[in-house]
């Protein structure tokens, strides 16, 4: 299984400052990881697949860098709305996915 | 608009049964491999099972294999999770989940149906 680590656990930033996630895989995922917004009571939303392709409709100041095993989550100024725990997901060894322990974006 | 949108969740005791229902509409749901995921309370994301889109393969996580079923009707839409021998560590809520083709991330998710497996 490959496991994939996230850091920091709770990261707190003010409003309009850069916020930067890590993941880490346990093994080479190549390209294939996928970062996730999640706010309280909300399903998982798709925001950046093949670890730096933004999906549908979210905004430019999301962005992902990395591969292999080294990955990054930055959003370049932060809204209220982005304050949501983020997960990281590797499937290059689908269908044995899995999901990185989240970070937790909290306003300062 | 695609949307997903399970049903069947509730309160099971423990070694009790509980069947999912996942309603997918918006996309033509007979050509894509779905997905289930579950969240624990206040936890994180855990993959539970993938049926590809004729049904030819299924997987399922070590933590569940032999204790659930995934399935799909293609004709009605709809993907199952069928939950036997539940334990209290079932207790979650479970998403399904859309896999995007020749890709493997999920890019829809529907709401959720909250199990709680309790005596």
């Known amino acids: 299984e490959i496991v994939m680590t996230q850091s920091p656990a709770t990261l707190s930033v003010s409003p309009g400052e850069r916020a930067t996630l890590s993941c880490r895989a346990s093994?080479?995922?190549?390209?294939?990881l996928a970062w996730y917004q999640q706010k309280p009571g909300q399903a998982p939303r798709l925001l950046i697949y093949?670890?730096?392709t933004r999906a549908t409709g979210i905004p430019a100041r999301f962005s992902g860098s990395g591969s292999g095993t080294e990955f990054t989550l930055t959003i370049s100024s932060l809204q209220s709305e982005d304050f949501a725990v983020y997960y990281c997901?590797?499937?290059?060894?689908?269908?044995?996915?899995?999901f990185g322990q989240g970070t937790k974006l909290e306003i300062k | 608009e695609v949307q997903l949108v399970e049903s069947g969740g509730g309160l099971v005791k423990p070694g009790g049964s509980l069947r999912l229902s996942c309603a997918a509409s918006g996309f033509t749901f007979s050509s894509y491999s779905m997905n289930w995921v579950r969240q624990a309370p206040g936890k994180g994301l855990e993959w539970v099972s993938s049926?590809?889109?004729?049904?030819?393969?299924?997987y399922y996580a070590d933590s569940v294999k032999g204790r659930f079923t995934i399935s799909r009707d293609n004709a009605k839409n709809s993907l199952y999770l069928q939950m036997n021998s539940l334990r209290a560590e079932d207790t979650a809520v479970y998403y399904c989940a859309r896999v995007v083709p020749i890709g493997g991330y999920f890019d829809y998710w529907g709401q959720g149906t909250l199990v709680t497996v309790s005596s």
């Open positions: 093994q080479s995922v190549s390209s294939n």
């Open positions: 997901q590797q499937y290059n060894n689908w269908p044995l996915y899995t």
């Open positions: 049926i590809s889109s004729s049904s030819s393969y299924i």
């Open positions: 093949g670890a730096s």
